[in-house]
């Protein structure tokens, strides 16, 4: 882990409460560690969706259609060899 610098946020006491108690029941070391770990899980979480996104593209992109067809022609002619 890199340099930590102290920053403020806004959280609600319902938030802040719960925090707590799952510190206090071991789920992480301390309340920063846990909002720590919960803001690196979004930023996978939205790493994640925008990889999902370009893949949805790519996917309806007619000439990402023809490439998968033709690697798969050559998969097939493939295994049609190994049979031999």
Known sequence: ??????????????????VREAVNAGYASSMSRFVEDAMRQRLRDIRDE?????????????QVERDVAAVESVLDAIETMDEL
């Open 1 to 18: 882990m890199g340099e930590s610098r102290k920053v403020t946020y806004q959280l609600s006491a319902e938030v802040i409460s719960e």
């Open 50 to 62: 925008r990889i999902r996104d370009a893949l949805l593209r790519a996917a309806s992109d007619p």
